[in-house]
């Protein structure tokens, strides 16, 4: 009952209020907005979800962006090995990827031709094979490790000693 009390007397406030809408007026009409802006780049979690699954245009294009020129080559074995998988010549792609690697001196290249290759070579059972493409690629690229680190050794010592003090 107290609740009844309280209730009619705020409705009467209500329905009395200058903000009651009565049924005569005109609709509000909505004020022109002004332009809007473009939402903003996505952010967050939603970013985070993007980059775990990309796309493999979107791998290459960032792997491009990362790594340099080579990865324009990438994208095109990438797209020549799906029309011949397509067309059901994927076995003529064993010749393409040996002509990248007599050809082409990136490492980042060649380890992908390599590890391409190898998973061709690998499929109909010829493990040998695939196994012995692999350790080729390990051995070069341990041998491109060793020179940058060498590299990377000369450099140090050259800045450590035009920069060390020297005793008068």
Request: without cysteine; hydrophobic residues 40%; proline residues 8%.
């Amino acid at each position: 009952m107290a609740t009844r009390l309280l209730l009619a007397p705020a409705l009467a406030l209500l329905l009395t209020s200058p903000l009651a809408i009565s049924q005569d007026a005109p609709a509000a009409t909505p004020a022109p907005q002004a332009r809007t802006l473009p939402a903003p780049a996505p952010t967050g979690e939603h970013m985070q979800r993007m980059h775990k699954e990309p796309r493999m245009g979107e791998r290459i294009h960032r792997m491009r962006m990362e790594h340099g020129p080579g990865m324009g080559a990438m994208a095109d074995l990438h797209s020549l090995e799906r029309l011949y998988r397509e067309a059901g010549r994927e076995k003529d792609m064993a010749g393409i990827y040996n002509e990248v690697l007599a050809k082409s001196q990136d490492p980042h290249l060649r380890t992908y031709v390599y590890h391409r290759l190898a998973r061709l070579q690998a499929q109909p059972a010829n493990v040998d094979q695939a196994i012995a493409t692999l350790r080729k690629s390990l051995s070069e690229n341990l041998a491109n490790e060793a020179k940058m680190r060498a590299e990377r050794e000369r450099m140090r010592a050259q800045w450590q000693q035009k920069n060390t003090p020297t005793a008068r």
